[in-house]
């Protein structure tokens, strides 16, 4: 018998997770980053900091009011660093990675996007966190431009050509929206792990990767979901819009794409063998695209899913113009 040496090691890199703490917090991002096991700290909107930390990261997105910052908490000792243009945090369980891209300096949007993907393709190959559990994305514009041209779906392409096969056969949960703030530089952020999560996807939904090609030539490379690979549940919900099969549903009715897209949450979670409900251990993020819209849609949130769940409402445009809302979030449960 063979007694591999690299045995402990091996076991320990399979362990399961403690779970990521995430929380929206009024705390100062001073204050946050002074913690030694913060893994990052994200402001959101106009917000006017500037923390040379990596784990700072400002997302250009206008929120209702002043926004919360977004905290992640990892459990070991974090460290960080930058390396060329990817800013990064980790503990050994995790890691934050993230990327500024100037869509000038790489020749428009969809080279951006490619050179981001390989980018972090690039990082985690060579890190002790390589499988990605959430990718976050943000451009300008998102909808300017018609048919193929549409900037998101030039961004689809160049993520498919940058992934260049990093996910193998399952992708990470994401989000892609619309900053408006005429800067034309790419925001990709994500959360990496030691080990694998496991994707979900919605049975009321066509996923993603095979929407038709009637959506752009490239289909959005994401899962509906993925399940940590933590000890206990937690799931990382992607942005989740009023799309059934592979149809918007519900042009101009933002009650009722709210509606639908909580019918889709609660597939997802069902899909993923979650039974816990909403609640405190389920912070919601929400971009509306019409800011009169953000009173009526915290309102109809609050009527269906009670005060108990964190809610971050951003202004920013969702990648079909017919789409007036989406929601994404985490879950323990
Ligand atoms: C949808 O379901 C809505 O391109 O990464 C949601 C989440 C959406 C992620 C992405 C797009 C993306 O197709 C849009």
Same mark, same amino acid.
């Not at 500037?50 to 990261?57: E, N, S, Y």
């Not at 959360?191 to 959005?220: D, K, M």
């Not at 993923?272 to 915290?298: F, I, N, W």
């Given at each position: ?18 779970? !990521?703490?995430? *929380? ?28 040379? =930390? ?8 206008? @929120? ?24 990064? @945090? ?73 992934? =260049? ?25 994500? !959360? ?13 939904? #066509? ?45 101009? =009715?933002?009650?009722?794409? !709210? ?7 609660? @597939? ?10 909403? =609640?405190?251990? @389920?912070?919601?993020? #929400? ?34 113009? *017919? ?11």
């Amino acid at each position: 018998m063979t007694v591999r040496p690299s045995h402990a090691l091996d076991s320990a890199v399979s362990a399961p997770l403690a779970p !990521l703490r995430v *929380e929206y917090s009024s705390a100062s991002a001073t204050d946050a980053l002074a913690q030694p096991d913060t893994l990052a700290v994200i402001g959101f909107g106009d917000t006017p900091q500037v923390h040379a =930390d990596p784990r700072w990261l400002r997302v250009r997105l206008r @929120s209702e009011a002043p926004a919360p910052l977004e905290i992640w908490r990892a459990s070991g000792r974090v460290a960080h660093g930058r390396d060329g243009d990817v800013a990064w @945090s980790s503990d050994g369980a995790y890691a934050f990675v993230a990327l500024n891209v100037d869509e000038a300096a790489l020749g428009g949007i969809s080279s951006a996007a490619q050179h981001a993907y390989a980018t972090l393709a690039r990082w985690s190959r060579a890190s002790a966190t390589p499988h990605f559990l959430r990718i976050w994305n943000y451009l300008d514009a998102i909808n300017d431009g018609q048919g193929d041209t549409e900037r998101y779906r030039q961004f689809c392409a160049g993520r498919a050509a940058g992934m =260049d096969g990093m996910f193998g056969s399952s992708y990470p949960a994401a989000t892609a929206i619309g900053l408006r703030d005429g800067q034309r530089v790419l925001q990709v952020y994500a !959360l990496a792990a030691r080990a694998p999560g496991c994707a979900v996807e919605n049975p009321r939904q #066509v996923n993603a990767w095979r929407y038709p090609r009637q959506y752009g030539p490239a289909a959005p490379g994401f899962a509906r979901a993925m399940r940590a690979p933590t000890a206990t549940p937690q799931l990382y919900i992607s942005g989740t819009a009023a799309i059934v099969g592979h149809a918007s549903h519900h042009p101009e =009715d933002i009650a009722a794409q !709210l509606d639908e897209t909580l019918a889709n949450v609660r @597939s997802l979670l069902d899909a993923a063998g979650s039974h816990a409900p909403l =609640d405190a251990q @389920s912070p919601l993020k #929400v971009y509306v695209r019409h800011a009169p819209d953000m009173p009526v849609v915290r309102g109809l949130l609050r009527a269906r899913l009670g005060d108990a769940v964190p809610l971050l409402l951003l202004e920013g445009d969702i990648c079909r113009r *017919e789409l007036l809302l989406e929601i994404e979030g985490i879950h323990a449960g």
